[in-house]
């Protein structure tokens, strides 16, 4: 008999974690809702802080090397907002067990994807760089033996080609 219950014993313990985190979430006293308001304000107050920086930077005409992470970011932040928002007036003091039990689960998964996003926004580098004042694409193309440059800027294209027709004025007069 000892050596049947030395062999289940760590069996059963090792399937009561996952109906214990289960049962957590139907009877912990809304503790999952609370949790997650609370650190709901930490991604808002930093979501205040980026959308601030990337102001500043385009007035002062510095380089957002991240746009579109950024951008992603703010709208992850949002939308975890807004379910957070939904959380918190649909399974607090709620009498239906099955509800209750989704909106705390929903909840804990909500303050997980808050935490990986504090930590996605610390990766988040920004180069406080001044923008070019322009961009010059330059092409070469060969005609006729000479090689010539297409220019996809306007102003250069106007350089490019006051300079194409004084020398085509000088090897005229030659």
Known sequence: MEFVSAIISPIVESLMVPVKKQLDYLF???KHVRNMNTRMKQPDCTSCDVKNHME???ISNLEIHVRA??????KDVEKIKKDAQLISSIGNGCFN???RY???RNAFMITEEMGSLIKENSKII???AQKPLGKVKMHLLQHCGMMMAKITSNQERKV???HSSSFNKITRAK
């Not at 992470?69 to 703010?74: C, D, E, I, K």
């Open 56 to 58: 500043t930077n385009n």
């Open 126 to 128: 920004w180069n406080n």
């Open 160 to 162: 490019l080609t006051m």
């Open 69 to 74: 992470h950024v951008r992603r970011w703010l």
């Open 97 to 99: 067990l099955k509800m």
């Open 102 to 104: 989704r909106a705390r």
């Open 28 to 30: 912990s006293s809304a």
